[in-house]
């Protein structure tokens, strides 16, 4: 189980999944990236769109 960096929410990574995975959190649904593995590090994944548009 690892924290989602969104909104500390319980995030459930598979056991054999792969670095650079995207997961999505079923809290917040954000995107989130596999940044590591053991223990498992999740980072918001980035936006595919290039406008940001603030
Ligand atoms: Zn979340």
């Known amino acids: 189980m690892s924290t ?5 929410g319980e995030v459930t990574v598979a056991s054999d999944a792969l670095a650079g ?3 999505v959190c079923p809290d917040c649904q954000a995107e989130l990236e596999i940044i590591a ?3 498992v590090e999740l980072a918001l994944a980035p936006e595919v769109e ?3 548009g603030e």
């Open 4 to 8: 989602c960096p969104e909104c500390d």
């Open 21 to 23: 995975e995207i997961v």
């Open 37 to 39: 593995l053991g223990p």
């Open 50 to 52: 290039e406008d940001w």
